[in-house]
């Protein structure tokens, strides 16, 4: 017999029979201001979700939903709660929001920061170049082999 506290009906059903039913709610995911797909970490599975649009997702509340950032890296993004809506974690409070669509669906709109790397030489700097490597999932990096930029101009 399947049995909760009624409050949570509204991402649970099946009270008082023999089938649990985990509805979740519906929450909008939108990325469109990166300059990068989302990998994002849902409790034990990982996720890209493309930059090009706004993604619905069906979630449980739970504490720590988070985006990957780099290998074995996860910044945790937002808890879900009980009442379907979003807490942002602090640490990403200045790159993301929290709203509601049209339809009354969390929204979280992950701006993210803009970032120069100025490779520009500076004094009697010893000049450098910058590598960008593409990686397994086809998205640049700043780090290791790959196709030369030259230090006097910025990238």
Same mark, same amino acid.
């Given at each position: ?12 059903? #099946? ?7 985990? $509805? =979740? +709610? ?5 990325? %469109? @201001? ?10 034990? *599975?990982? @996720? %890209? +979700? ?7 997702? /069906?979630?449980?509340?739970?504490? #720590? ?6 290998? %074995? ?10 009442? =379907? ?7 990403? @409070? ?5 709203? /509601?669509?049209?339809? #009354? ?6 701006? =993210? ?13 010893? %000049? $450098? ?5 593409? =990686?397994?999932?086809?998205?640049? *990096? ?10 006097? $101009?910025?990238?």
């Amino acid at each position: 017999m399947v049995e909760y506290d009624p409050t949570n009906d509204a991402f649970l059903g #099946g009270l008082g029979t023999s089938t649990p039913i985990l $509805r =979740g +709610f519906p929450v909008m995911l939108d990325g %469109r @201001a990166l300059s990068h797909d989302l990998e994002v970490f849902l409790k034990g *599975s990982a @996720a %890209r +979700f493309a930059r090009s649009a706004v993604h619905e997702l /069906t979630l449980l509340p739970a504490e #720590g939903y988070g985006f990957i950032t780099g290998p %074995r890296v996860i910044v945790p993004l937002f808890d879900l709660n009980p009442d =379907g809506t979003i807490a942002l974690a602090p640490a990403t @409070a200045q790159c993301a929001t929290t709203s /509601t669509t049209a339809d #009354g669906a969390p929204l979280l709109t992950i701006h =993210g920061f803009t970032v120069t790397i100025d490779c520009q030489p500076h004094g009697d700097a010893v %000049r $450098r170049d910058v590598r960008t490597v593409v =990686g397994a999932a086809g998205e640049p *990096s700043l780090a290791g082999g790959g196709d030369r930029r030259g230090a006097h $101009r910025s990238h």
